[in-house]
């Protein structure tokens, strides 16, 4: 079966009727998830696996103020109360914005509707690679135990402060190290016995007669 009638066929099976091509994520979600995958997505009339990252472009969003949110989410959707969302601090969308868990987000227009792409952290440790996440799956019916030695359970805040501490330490490291390289003094030999004769000799017949001969019992009393 090629990957046209394996399209045909999911077609017939999906309860969504779509005349815009999927990606083969999409494709090989379960019926129910895809479903509503492809109910998400038919606003914009294609899938967004599909769309080339070059034309994803952070400047594209437009600005979005206090009133924006307040307009949609609360008198609008009426997703979040209003004593929700005078008390945003404690939103889970909230926390994870300003503790670093979403970057690099940019937007690409289609159908005039928004697209937004952004990686998320997908663990509490900030050396993990970020991930793109589009859509959250409902199938999944348990969550797998982390051990506790694995989990960290450092603040966001925490974690801030030791990484820049950590960096501060590192140019402290360098600038030493740089100095330390600056100051090495070159190690020289002690001259032997016939080159501090010869050099005595030079002394001995220069024009000025130098003090330093005094001390030499060859040369003090001449």
């Not at 994803?56 to 969302?85: A, M, N």
């Not at 970057?103 to 990686?119: M, N």
């Not at 010869?198 to 060859?218: C, D, G, Q, V, W």
């Amino acid at each position: 079966m090629d990957s046209k009638e394996k399209e045909k066929e999911s077609q017939n099976k999906s309860e969504v009727d779509y005349s815009f091509p999927i990606s083969e994520y999409a494709k090989q979600l379960d019926f129910p998830v895809r479903d509503r995958y492809l109910q998400k997505i038919a606003a914009i009339g294609i899938d967004p696996v599909l769309v080339e990252r070059k034309d994803f472009k952070p400047d594209c969003l437009p600005p979005v103020e206090s009133t924006d949110i307040l307009c949609y989410l609360v008198l609008e959707t009426s997703f979040y109360s209003q004593k929700q969302f005078k008390a945003f601090r404690s939103l889970e969308a909230y926390n994870q914005m300003v503790s670093g868990f979403i970057a690099s987000v940019q937007g690409h227009i289609i159908a005039d509707k928004f697209l937004v792409l952004a990686k998320v952290r997908h663990s509490q440790r900030m050396n993990d690679s970020l991930i793109s996440c589009w859509l959250l799956p409902t199938y999944v019916k348990q969550v797998e135990y982390e051990k506790v030695r694995e989990i960290n359970f450092t603040s966001a805040r925490k974690m801030k402060n030791d990484l820049d501490a950590k960096i501060e330490n590192l140019s402290n490291v360098s600038s030493l190290d740089n100095s330390a390289k600056g100051n090495v003094s070159k190690e020289i030999p002690v001259p032997s016995k016939p080159e501090m004769d010869t050099f005595y000799a030079k002394l001995s017949k220069s024009s000025s007669r130098p003090i330093a001969l005094s001390l030499i019992p060859e040369y003090a009393d001449s």
